[in-house]
């Protein structure tokens, strides 16, 4: 499969590209990061001391050439590149978090021609965890739920896109709509806490990966259920193998869990 990376010059975009380049099945055929950056026009293996013979690219144009694009970026990248595969029939994984309900519907709208994975979290202890939560959300389902997550003081959307889906998949264990018990933030004279509420607090702080706690508080005991990432190889991991997956699929939106077949 022909590969092509955005964010090639980001944390993740490294890895990915590290990981399109040891293996036998995937070869890298695009690199994309913002205009502008010193690294555009170099060799997109550099970082990791390899030569790959492909450069770093500034424009969209250079997606064409992929089955596949990887995407780790900020929401309004995403949503520039998602355009050009839908009319070039390039495929995507989504990584990047932080999309309002209007780029949600936009990445909705191109899994009608394009297939598309689009997940918070790629990591395969990560959504071994979200199964877990809906289980936990059932029969749980009378204790409080708070959600706890740290990450690296440069990520900029809060909570994190992971914590949102861990509330979701407690909100689906309970049977209850998530937008209407999650509470974001907390500040000044908030009164008790709504029962059923599945509140969320954010950390920001040197170089944290991802971390993320699931707490159920309830009479006498608290359940904790928790995912540290050490490094960012599982995500990267995670990524190619949703790449490899789309490799029959002609269109359709589709999750980690599908990837995984944990559904």
Excluded: W
Excluded at 27 to 41: D, F, H, M, R, Y
Excluded at 121 to 139: R, T, W, Y
Excluded at 192 to 221: K, N, W, Y
């Amino acid at each position: 499969m022909k590969i092509a990376v955005s964010g090639a010059t980001g944390r993740m975009g490294k890895l990915i590209i590290e990981a399109v380049l040891c293996s036998n099945d995937l070869e890298l055929v695009a690199a994309v990061s913002a205009p502008g950056l010193p690294e555009i026009g170099t060799d997109a293996g550099a970082a990791i001391g390899k030569t790959t013979g492909v450069l770093i690219s500034g424009t969209t144009q250079e997606i064409a050439k992929a089955d596949v694009l990887i995407d780790f970026t900020r929401p309004e990248a995403t949503l520039t590149y998602l355009p050009f595969c839908v009319e070039h029939n390039v495929g995507i994984v989504i990584g990047t978090t932080g999309f309002d309900a209007q780029g949600k519907e936009q990445i909705a709208e191109a899994s009608k021609t394009v297939p598309v994975v689009f997940a918070p979290n790629m990591s395969v202890g990560v959504n071994s965890v979200l199964k877990l939560l809906e289980i936990a959300g059932s029969m749980l389902s009378q204790y409080d739920c708070e959600i706890v997550e740290m990450h690296h003081k440069h990520k900029v959307d809060a909570p994190s896109g992971t914590a949102l889906e861990m509330g979701r998949r407690v909100a689906q264990g309970r049977g209850v709509d998530f937008d209407s018990v999650a509470v974001l933030s907390r500040e000044g004279h908030t009164g008790e806490r709504p029962q059923g509420a599945i509140g969320f607090a954010s950390l920001r702080g040197g170089d944290v990966v991802g971390d993320h706690t699931v707490i159920f508080a309830g009479p006498g005991e608290r359940i904790e259920i928790s995912h540290k990432s050490g490094s960012r190889a599982g995500y990267a991991q995670g990524a190619v193998t949703a790449a490899r997956f789309l490799k029959d699929k002609s269109n359709g939106l589709f999750s980690m869990s599908d990837v995984l077949g944990f559904n």
